[in-house]
């Protein structure tokens, strides 16, 4: 089976690697398109939101620390992602920002998306407890094809 | 996320805003009262005698439906920022709540509580630091959770995660862990408190100690006992949490020094000082709080009505009126913020240590209380 592009979701931990040698392989073979990406996870203030005595400041500092930290986590994805996949000429990585789980059903549902590559854990780095069960959301909203990796 | 003000926000505000407001108003114009009536088992009013379900928890329960089961998990866009000013609206209850004391009860009730929160603070804080390293977990983690268990959840869990290097995924854990601890203990404390026959004072006193977050508080108060008056379960809770919250400066500060002793500095060193943490982690609710206890206290508002003195004026019966109703308001908005996907996937060694330490805090507090009930001074 031939694809024009495959999409794999990188976190910058062990979750993703295997996924993402398999996506790099699969590029390889069909001669196609790689396309990694990251997600900042928007999801924070509204996790936060049950926090009513915080003060302004207080409460921005702790969303801009998180939002610091998943720019390092990002910038770690995309050197994993550069590593793999050195030696594939057409490849992009881009770094996404909002719902995870929004983006990564979008992402199994777009038209350019030749197939979705995405390990189990993915973006649990991110934190928040929900996002354990991404791939299951995932697999029941999928009509690209998909491959998860454990 | 742009930085416009209050009146600029506020017509985005209006279809959460109008949400709420139409739900507490058919909750306590017609839910409750026809659970007050309803005959079930037999009885009239089991629904409210038995279950304790009253405008306050109807309300969060009726917040947390809107999310989870209405609009499938997450806040419509539309709704979203009406819901964002529940937090404006609890803090302006608690500034108003401030009606209800003067100095002089404020020193009694003060006293006690500072005795029994510092004492509690320390106590937790270091069973968390103990148990947290027998479990193995990350010093941040313990960090983490060694504030947000013993001061107040997460808004201590917020406050402290940046001086002590917390990863996302630790203070995520530590959120939902408490949290949900919570909510347990906000739908359980009312029975408990009635099934033992706790007074006002008592309760307000156990649960101002033993609920881990404020949120919470509130509502286990207000779920006990609905009136806002000098000596309701509310008005002492509220000054146990009031202690608390201003206990988070000195909280955060003792657990980064602990975080970082022996620890190489990076960055140019993310240790702040005592006064840095006070000015920028200060609620400033808190000084709302103290002026109108101040303007209370002055008789600006009129007589306060505490037990033995005169009756309470009218304004001040019209302002404990808008608070049942801006914190029925307050609440069903913090409802909207209860996620249960977030809260079903907490676990591991987080959730261990928080249900260790927290029901340790919850049983001791409600021993604690019973112990020293000769000594609590009703105003």
Redesign the interface.
């Known amino acids: 089976m031939e694809f024009k592009n495959i999409v794999v979701a990188v976190d910058g931990s062990e979750a993703s690697q295997e996924a993402l040698n398999h996506a790099v392989e699969l590029a390889r073979q069909s001669k196609c398109a790689l396309t990694g990406f990251f997600i900042i996870d928007g999801g924070w203030p509204d996790f936060i939101g049950n926090d009513w005595q915080s003060s302004k400041g207080a409460r921005q500092e702790f969303l801009d620390y998180i939002f610091k930290e998943q720019e390092s986590q990002a910038e770690a994805a995309r050197m994993q992602f550069e590593i793999a996949a050195e030696d594939i000429n057409d490849r992009r990585f881009s770094i996404l920002a909002g719902d995870p789980a929004e983006i990564l059903i979008a992402q199994a549902n777009a038209a350019d998306t030749g197939m979705l590559v995405v390990g189990q854990r993915i973006f649990q780095v991110s934190g928040r407890p929900s996002l354990r069960s991404l791939s299951k959301r995932l697999v029941a909203k999928a009509t690209r094809p998909l491959t998860l990796f454990p | 996320m742009s930085d416009t003000g209050f009146f600029q926000k506020l017509p985005r505000a209006l279809p959460g805003l109008a949400l709420i407001v139409i739900t507490m108003v058919v909750i306590r114009n017609w839910l409750e009262p026809w659970m007050t009536n309803a005959v079930v088992f037999g009885t009239k009013g089991w629904l409210v005698k038995v279950t304790h379900l009253n405008y306050i928890l109807l309300g969060i329960i009726m917040g947390m439906l809107y999310r989870n089961v209405v609009f499938g998990g ?2 419509p866009d539309v709704l ?1 920022d009406g ?2 000013l ?2 404006l609206m ?2 302006t209850g608690i500034i108003l709540l401030g009606s209800l004391y003067t100095f002089n009860a404020i020193v009694q009730l003060g006293s006690m509580a500072i005795f029994l929160i510092g004492g509690f603070v320390i106590l937790t804080i270091i069973m968390v630091l103990w148990f947290g390293t027998m479990l193995g977990l990350d010093r941040s983690m313990i960090g983490v959770m060694a504030n947000a268990l013993s001061v ?4 201590a869990a ?2 402290t ?2 001086g002590v290097e917390a ?7 530590a ?2 862990t408490i ?1 949900g601890f919570g909510i347990l203990t906000m739908f359980i404390s009312p029975f408990i408190g009635h099934a033992l026959g706790l007074s006002d004072l008592q309760y307000g006193a156990w649960i101002g100690t033993g609920i881990l ?3 919470q508080v509130l509502a286990a108060a207000l779920a006990f006992n609905p009136n806002v008056a000098p000596g309701t379960a509310v008005s002492v809770a509220e000054i146990w949490n009031i202690m608390r ?1 201003i206990s988070i400066p000195f909280a955060v500060f003792a657990v980064t020094v602990w975080y970082w002793s022996g620890k190489e500095e990076t960055e140019g060193g993310k240790r702040k000082g005592l006064g840095t943490l006070l000015v ?6 808190v000084i709302g709080f103290l002026g109108m206890v101040f303007l209370t206290s002055m008789g600006a508002f009129g007589d306060v009505g505490l037990k033995g003195g005169p009756a309470a004026s009218e304004t001040i019966k019209m302002m404990r009126l808008w608070m049942t109703w801006i914190f029925g308001f ?1 609440l069903v908005g ?1 409802g ?4 249960f ?7 591991g060694a987080p959730l261990k240590l928080g249900l260790i330490v927290g029901v340790t805090k919850y049983v001791l507090a409600l021993v604690v209380v019973f112990l020293i009930k000769d000594y609590l001074v009703a105003i």
């Not at chain 2, 996907?341 to 676990?347: F, N």
């Open positions: 997450k806040m979203s819901f964002k529940s937090r609890i803090k107040c959840g997460v808004t917020v406050a995660s940046p990863k996302a995924s630790h203070v995520a854990y959120i939902a949290l977050n404020s949120g919250v920028e982690k200060f609620p400033v609710f307050g913090l909207g913020y209860i996620d996907k977030e809260l079903r996937q907490a676990g």
